[in-house]
């Protein structure tokens, strides 16, 4: 037994309420068994109860052993007083308040079905990918379908406190948020943080400066870059360095190191020099980026907004000096839709709940309802076992799912995992 279960059992009443009393003998009514607490205090807020007839409204904790109260030191803890209610499994010892004034309580020992707890532990015990893959072919589509819908909107949720706390750094200035999110999501998993590091190393306002001459715009990405810090054979390089030579001066620029870049077993067309390309593309022909973001209506919106092509240069090279067969670099729609997915629809998201505006977090949702599932090996994972995708919007839900539950075995706080613990043997 543990208090996570005994938690579970409160907050969903899964015990036998009918003849509820007290250790005492005084019969408990549960009217509302309060918001579980997640932060340090008592178990669960605001909680109201009947006992003897007598509103009462306060908090509850609860305990595997009575005597736990005591080995907390809640009876020191004036937190503690305004408890209404202790819930335990075992009721060893008398549960005492701070002024000696005893605290009512309840023992739920014998008073669950044992299929409960069983199915609990089957769960728990499990070595699976994820803890009920093996039975998730019992659940319906409502319950599975609906849970998704909820993990969908947490990980929106969770995006826009992390947006929030970038907001924060950068004085609420969402042009700027907005673009280092964009940089850090160009070098999608594997560049990710170099290209995080080359946006907080080159502020927007600075490449807007320079936004109409493409080469100034690439001298000052290449540059700070740390690529450009090699002799070249090729005019345009050479170009490129001498021009971020000159603007470096100017602005006392100090490039990261070329050594965070990776190129090893990436295809190509995904090397950073074509994405540090493309991005110097979006820069000069992208006028107000964000404010362009906060009026896409449809994915042919947003796709149009990322077709991209690198200047003449890169049509047949990939990296400075070395030629390559001729070929257009224009970004693929699956580079796109990940940009959407992962930085766009989040910020339509967190405008929304910022500005207090349902229209831009419902069109956030409908863009990642629109966009096709991401394929990777989670979402196969998923597909094995059951789960089929159909849009990013499951998708996005599926990957919460895995990381932020399954993976911490999470399964009372989980819809899925409800149905199974309560589905009968």
């Keep these: 037994m543990n208090e996570a279960f005994l938690h579970y059992l409160w907050q969903y009443r899964l015990f036998d309420a009918r003849h509820l009393a007290t250790s005492e003998g005084s019969i408990v009514e549960i009217i509302r068994p309060g918001k579980l607490n997640t ?69 739920l020992k014998n008073k669950f079905p044992d299929h409960l707890w069983m199915n609990y532990l089957q769960l728990l015990g499990t070595r699976g990918w994820v803890p009920c893959a093996h039975r998730l072919k019992e659940l319906d589509s409502i319950t599975v379908d609906g849970w998704l819908d909820r993990i969908a909107v947490e990980r929106l949720e969770e995006k826009t406190r992390s947006i929030r706390q970038f907001l924060d750094w950068s004085r609420n200035n969402w042009e700027e948020t907005f673009y280092q999110h964009l940089a850090k999501n160009f070098g999608f998993q594997v560049n990710a943080l170099p290209f995080e590091l080359l946006s907080r190393s080159l502020p927007l306002n600075l490449l807007l400066k320079h936004r109409s001459r493409l080469l100034e715009v690439e001298a000052l990405l290449f540059g700070q870059a740390g690529l450009l810090a090699q002799r070249f054979h090729d005019a345009y390089p050479i170009s490129l360095s001498t021009e971020f030579s000159h603007l470096s001066r100017i602005y006392n620029l100090k490039p990261i190191s070329s050594s965070a870049w990776k190129f090893l077993r990436l295809r190509p067309s995904n090397f950073p020099t074509i994405r540090i390309a493309q991005f110097a593309g979006l820069i000069t022909t992208q006028e107000n980026l964000f404010s362009q973001i906060l009026h896409i209506n449809s994915l042919s919106d947003g796709l149009e907004i990322f077709k991209l092509t690198p200047s003449d240069y890169w049509m047949n090279h990939y990296v400075f000096d070395k030629p390559s067969e001729a070929m257009m670099k224009s970004m693929g729609k699956s580079s796109v839709e990940n940009i959407l997915i992962n930085t766009v629809v989040p910020f339509l998201f967190a405008w929304g709940t910022e500005q207090g505006s349902e229209q831009h977090k419902k069109k956030a949702l409908d863009l990642l309802e629109s966009i096709p599932s991401e394929d990777n090996n989670l979402i196969r994972n998923w597909k094995e076992a059951g789960i089929m995708s159909r849009s990013a919007f499951q998708s996005q839900a599926l990957i919460q799912l895995k990381i932020h539950h399954c993976a911490e075995k999470k399964c009372l706080s989980c819809a899925i995992g409800n149905q199974l613990i309560n589905s009968l043997p």
Excluded at 47 to 74: F, M, P, Y
Aim: proline share 3%; hydrophobic share 40%; aromatic share 10%.
């Design 39 to 107: 932060d340090a205090g008592p178990d669960f807020f605001n909680a109201q109860l009947r006992i003897d007839g007598t509103l009462w409204a306060g908090n509850v904790e609860i305990h595997l052993h009575a005597s736990d109260w005591q080995k907390h030191g809640h009876h020191f803890d004036a937190a503690y007083d305004n408890c209404i209610l202790h819930v335990v499994f075992e009721r060893d010892v008398a549960t005492l308040r701070k002024d000696g004034s005893s605290v009512p309580t309840i023992e």
